[in-house]
């Protein structure tokens, strides 16, 4: 199977038979820049620098003759044609990097996890995808007015099928809205993305805490180290007021019997801030391993975040390798 090289960056991944590079990068959740996927905005342009290419489908955006004799082209139009083809092309390192869309969208169906939780599905058009990156939020807008501003809780490997995860708060119109639509699919307008990406540092061992629904934007960063079979050791303590909380447990099974790096603990704590001391002392071992080279990521309601962090001050773990979601939209 071909394989893609990409510089400056060095990564690889491969290119199956008539994929497109730009999709083949998706797959490897490589994050190149692009916007339609379908050759008219002209954002993936990229250069090539060794290896043959061909054209798959038809692009609209015009390349300039000079510019096509330097080796640029779309990569949402073309293939890989040799066993390896090195390209020049922007990546985006951190959420910053990723332009505000808005896209007319549906919501494809909510399953319902239980009658407080429900997954919402959201499909894209073939020609209009949301590009994103893990631990990044998105606001839903429904035709009748009604909005919320949401952790994406999928894969950036998949741009065009994105879930959101959702509680049926009795205060919250939008999810009453939303779980009492009978008809799917129904229209929804989806802008965003924004919001810090847990960097990828060198870190060997990840530590992800969350609590209740705030699991979404770790399950989303998991899932796509998980999808490029990333050498990270991951363990997942998931704290919850009840075990009928725990709607992913079936999710984080199949992922502990799937890969070996994987393993999660469920702790039942009717306080966010109130995490069991086990937490801590699991934590300490963490940081004591020998594998060293810890990270820890958050995400829950204040009280939790704040909880976590003064554990984690208590046990001198560094600032510099925590990252905590937020939903606060740039100013
Ligand atoms: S993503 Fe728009 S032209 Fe390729």
Known sequence: MPRIVIDPSGKTFPCEGR???????????????????????????????????EKIRHYDFPVKDADRLRGDFPLCSYTAASPEVTIEAAEATGGIDIR??????????????????????VQ?????????????NACLT????????????SCPCD????????????????????FGTTNFPTPVRIEGPWGPTPEM?????????????????????IEQQLAEDSSQLITVYWCARDESDFYLANLLNAWR?????????????????RIP?????????????????VQVLISGPAPFTNQVRTMLESINFPESSQYVHTMARPT
């Open 100 to 121: 505000w869309q808005r896209i007319e969208a549906r919501i494809k169906k909510l399953e319902r996890i239980s009658n407080a939780i429900g997954v919402i599905a």
């Open 159 to 178: 741009d065009r099928n994105i879930e959101f995860h959702l509680r049926n708060d009795p205060s919250d119109e939008f999810a009453g809205a939303v």
């Open 201 to 221: 540092a060198s870190n060997t061992r990840t530590v992800c805490l969350a609590y209740d629904t705030y699991i979404a934007p770790l399950r989303s960063w």
């Open 19 to 53: 994929q497109s590079i730009l999709e083949a990068a998706l797959a490897a959740s490589v994050a190149l820049n692009y916007g339609c996927s379908s050759g008219t905005c002209g954002l993936c342009i990229g250069r090539l620098k060794q290896g043959k290419i």
């Open 257 to 273: 019997d799937a890969f070996d790096a994987f393993s999660f603990y469920l702790i039942v704590t009717d306080d966010p801030a």
């Open 142 to 153: 429904l035709p009748v007015g009604l909005s919320a501003d949401m952790p994406i809780a």
């Open 277 to 293: 001391s086990a937490v801590k002392n699991r934590l300490t071992e963490e940081e004591n391993s020998p594998a060293g080279d």
């Open 124 to 136: 894209t058009p073939r020609t209009s995808r949301l590009r994103f990156l893990p631990g990044q």
